[in-house]
């Protein structure tokens, strides 16, 4: 295997015993339907001894089930996938050497054939199961039959994948499936994925957020991509698009796809325009459609489709302070304009959805052309790209694909609710799925935090996925420790967002590490918070001791003034005596003020401690 | 000097020479008030040899002067407050052992008498000049005058520090007199503090920020808090408050008010409890009132005080998920339990106010009855607690004190544009001063997070000032880093709400930056950013060579397949062809499409490059 190959790690266990653990959850009537959440066990109040007095917490979870990346998840969907009878196997579409891009075509003779398993001899090939494609039979009438989990929903069905992703949702499945039905969630499912775990993406359901990662030319290898996957879905990745740009494009998806417990984003104009060396002006529909038809092939759940940078639309944006700030959407201006001619994934959208629909392959409208800065958004080359996203919406659905719809971007606080308001109106409730958006224009290295702020109230709008954004955007590509740091920044948006919707079950979490703090028990907050790793350590670099984790004060206040300390000790006061809850305090209480005096005297209260004032 | 005392260290200079660097405007007409602004010089368009397209961008600046700690910043406000002739040196307070802390007087023999410098002859003694304190002048009523910025705001007057602070602003000095006047702003200014740089906290101007700082009795020097002082304003923070509950308090806030060029807040009834031995029934008016004067006389600016925690509210608060989590508002709910008496901060209200009234001490309200918890929040505790607030203001304000009112503390997103309603209608439009809020409580490590996005939303609704949460919250004190990011959180959510308030000159800071971006101006995107050392460095990360910065790619695409260079191509030939901005393109452009294709057909676009899509 070459130095370039994933290095051989599961994805690490959320903690295979202990009081945080891994659980599936069945259907008692669906048994072989198992979901997966992480349980967290709690413990008793300090010092009673006494068992727990909340049940575990159970918290959706994404990390998938592990796996040594050379052999790839197990298939999970594929019994569902072949039970319905609406797919066939075939060859699939030969793989080329260029389908790895330029470097790997300039390392290669002209018309090599890839070796099974790595289109470039050089990639590390996935050495994993080499299945045959599945796509949609064939009808009498000569197209193919619809696959989607769209059509099964129209049709009334509740198929495998809507109870999975119901029960993950903890809603009845009956709600997944007229969610689905109506347009206003998709469920990403390409046919040749079966080793995801199905989820929603919908405003009914809970907010969810998308890891970006994928090379470029500069950096990065298929083992850091392999890598990058299995810690965005440990860290919450509830679907990863590879962006990959660089070498070994096709290889590195078959590698991160294999491996994959969410679905799989991508945007096949790069490689598209990989294989067009460059030059956008030497892009056409048949290149495209044969990388997009190669994708669907490897499985591929959603794909970013830019076909409303209409060539009418791209002078709306000269004098834009910021221009056209995406890639895909500068990729089809400049073939627009240097043929005059109109995007030709909006003349041919109706050959692409039904390429689409043979697969469940599910659409990503793309905003080629959303703001870039502030100062762009919410303009008329944003809006009237929307009003034709809008209109190709209605035409997916005709063909019965699924789809959502991409937002910005930079958008300044004050006109974040319009963007919700606007696209969920003019895209008929499809779901819409937002970069961000970025706040502000001025905090480069900060780009996490000026978007989870945008991310968070566009959620509480509505939105139903959020693409989340690294310290590192606008800066560089994002490493490990920056796919984290994203990752935990929208996890907080996303469930910020979920509690301003009311989503049921969303409080129970805060509510049970709310009582853990007020209750001094420090391993239960660890273990219930968004990142037990960073909470733990941040405690125990003050006070290190195990005894700290089991005391009754913490390192802000130390032993002797510690509020949340004294707060308890009211509580206790109030219950032992009898003071009624919820009402001024009465002359009896004069008698009970000695009492407390006489038992002590110190009061209860949790410490917002590190400034409490 | 013991190994307790400050390090003898300078702010950093914000770039002394270089294009980002300290600069100071005069009023034209008042030439002895001189302004620091950070002023960045631009360069000019990469390629183009031409001088900079732009003027320079200046910035708010709260770094201050710079000193050497042992001798403190320069008396700025002295000649002006002296020249108002309405204060008078006096002898002050003999100050104690005990005003150290218990740890101090334990140390001592009984009724020690402290040294100059240093209340704890064992602390690291203020080596500085000893000022004499100043307070108002009596009247011949035997009062003494109101001299308060309120009090000269309501008079018609514009002082020196309102001129200061409006030319900060940007803004006309009577637009601040005004402000003042009604109560809708504060201008923080101990008349014992004359080492300040005048600011104002209100709905019109500028969201600002406090961090708050100090020891504990299990962590940190004097020497850690100057320092972390000294960091917090050079990231930004716009007052500083003194939290400090451990040893050699009253040491620490000399150093700390000597050195500080922001108004500085505290807590007064932390340090009335040290002197009580940590025992809240042991607290009294006259302990209290003496640690009031005490502070005062060294020049706190402001001070939280907790009189709406009222008798007969506490037991509002025992059914809560997180009880009463203000420390402060604990310690007064005790005390009341205890002796089953009113609040004596709330009885002695007007007394309290003659004090702040004679060396302008503004009242910080302090919010003891906050949330803790997203379950807890706008509950009845908090709104009847908020109600007392609201008539406290109006006392102070007979008194010509200044007020802002503290708020939450914990609140999910939908609920906290009410928070801002409600106070603003209930305390007469006195600012509004929130800590965060968290938006969410699971993500302990990460509440300066969870915090900036709440803290965002209750500016963007008119909260004057958002007190900094570090990601040490609920886990340990913050050091050095943790106060950065919690500085850099907040100037996010700061500037965030100032776009969306559409404060005048906000944005011009984000579309300075965003053209830089998209004109690879990679030195003036550094120099323009929050955090430009971040910036610097994570660009480098990847591409570190010098040439990467003058260079029309990054290294998230590699030279070949950047977007943005792609978009300014685009641009150019647009303008050099004369296409006509915002219509539709015309049949003419056909034409047009040839040549673009004969000069190279590559298109502009400023790219969101690492997830570019």
Redesign the interface.
């Known amino acids: 295997m070459s130095d370039r190959a994933p290095r051989t790690q599961g994805v690490p266990p959320a903690g295979a015993a202990g009081p945080r653990r891994k659980v599936y959850v069945s259907d008692p009537e669906w048994p072989t339907i198992r979901v997966p959440f992480t349980e967290v066990t709690l413990g008793a109040a300090l010092g009673t001894g006494a068992p727990p007095a909340e049940p575990p917490i159970r918290l959706y979870d994404t990390s998938g089930p592990g796996s040594d990346p050379v052999h790839g998840l197990p298939p999970l969907r594929h019994p569902w996938i072949t039970s319905r009878g609406d797919v066939e196997e075939y060859e699939g579409r030969p793989v080329a050497v260029r389908d790895d891009g330029r470097a790997a075509a300039r390392r290669s003779a002209p018309g090599a054939r890839a070796v099974p398993g790595a289109a470039d001899p050089a990639a590390p090939r996935w050495p994993g199961h080499g299945r045959q494609p599945l796509r949609a039979c064939t009808t009498s009438g000569g197209g193919r039959r619809p696959v989607t989990q769209l059509h099964y929903a129209r049709a009334g069905v509740i198929t495998e994948e809507m109870r999975f992703a119901a029960l993950r949702e903890g809603v009845r499945p009956e709600i997944v499936r007229d969610e689905l039905a109506a347009g206003r969630a998709i469920l990403p499912a390409n046919v040749n994925h079966p080793e995801s775990e199905p989820m929603v993406i919908g405003k009914r359901f809970l907010v969810k957020v998308n890891a970006?990662i994928g090379n470029?030319?500069?950096?990065s290898s298929v083992a850091d991509e392999v890598d990058k996957l299995s810690w965005a879905t440990r860290w919450g990745a509830d679907t990863v698009?590879d962006?990959s740009?660089?070498p070994d494009i096709h290889t590195t998806r078959e590698w991160i796809i294999r491996n994959s417990p969410v679905p799989i984003g991508t945007?096949p104009i790069y490689q598209a325009?990989e294989k067009a060396d460059?030059?956008?002006?030497d892009l056409s529909w048949e290149l495209y459609r044969d990388t997009l038809v190669e994708q669907a092939e490897q499985g591929v759940d959603y794909v970013?489709v830019h076909a409303g940078v209409l060539?009418?639309y791209?002078?709306?944006t000269?004098?834009r302070?910021?221009?056209?700030?995406?890639?895909?959407?500068?990729?089809m201006?400049?073939w627009c304009?240097?043929?005059?001619e109109e995007n030709f994934l909006y003349t041919h959208f109706d050959e692409l959805c039904e390429i689409m629909a043979a697969y469940d392959m599910a659409f990503s409208l793309?905003d080629g052309l959303?703001p870039?800065?502030?100062?762009d958004a919410n303009d008329?080359a944003q809006l009237a790209e929307l009003r034709t996203l809008g209109e190709l919406t209605e035409v997916a659905w005709r063909h019965e694909v699924q789809v959502m719809v991409?937002g910005p971007?930079?958008v300044?606080?004050?006109k974040i609710a319009e963007n919700v308001t606007l696209q969920q109106e003019v895209c008929h409730e499809a779901p819409f799925y937002t970069?961000g958006p970025l706040?502000?224009?001025?905090?480069?290295?900060?780009d996490?935090?000026?978007s989870?702020?945008g991310a968070?109230?566009i959620g509480?709008h509505g939105t139903a996925m959020l693409?989340?954004?690294?310290?590192?955007?606008?800066?560089?590509?994002?490493?490990r420790d920056d796919v984290k740091q994203g990752m935990?920044?929208y996890?907080?948006?996303a469930?910020?967002?979920d509690?301003?919707?009311?989503h049921p079950g969303a409080?129970r979490?805060?509510?049970a590490?709310?009582?853990a703090?007020?209750e001094f028990r420090w391993e239960d907050?660890?273990n219930?918070?968004?990142?037990p790793d960073?909470?733990r350590s941040?405690?125990d670099?003050?006070?290190p001791a195990a005894p700290a984790k089991t005391a009754h004060f913490?390192?802000?206040?130390?032993?002797?003034?510690c509020?949340m300390r004294?707060?308890?000790d009211?509580?206790e006061?109030?219950?032992s005596r009898g003071?009624?809850?919820?009402?001024?305090?009465d002359e009896g209480?004069?008698q009970?003020?000695?009492e407390?005096?006489e038992a002590g005297?110190?009061?209860?209260?949790?410490?917002?401690?590190?400034?409490?004032?």
């Open positions: 970006n470029s030319s500069v950096t698009m962006l740009t660089g945007v325009l460059g030059r956008p002006e970013t060539l009418r791209v002078p709306l000269a004098e302070v910021t221009g056209i700030v995406s890639r895909g959407g500068s990729i201006a400049a304009l240097a043929h005059h793309g959303r870039g800065s502030v100062a008329e991409e971007g930079h300044p606080l004050h970069l706040t502000i224009d001025v905090a480069p290295g900060y996490h935090i000026t989870a702020i968070a109230v509480m693409c989340y954004v690294t310290p590192k955007e606008h800066l560089g590509l994002p490493d935990i920044a996890k907080i948006a469930h910020a967002a509690l301003a919707k009311g409080q979490w805060d509510d590490l709310s009582k703090r007020f907050q660890f219930l918070a968004v990142d960073t909470a941040y405690h670099e003050t006070l913490c390192s802000m206040c130390g032993p002797k003034f509020s004294i707060s308890h009211v509580r006061y109030a219950a003071i009624p809850v919820g009402v001024a305090v209480m004069k009970k003020a000695a407390f005096l005297a110190s009061v209860y209260v949790a410490a917002e401690r590190t400034r409490a004032r």
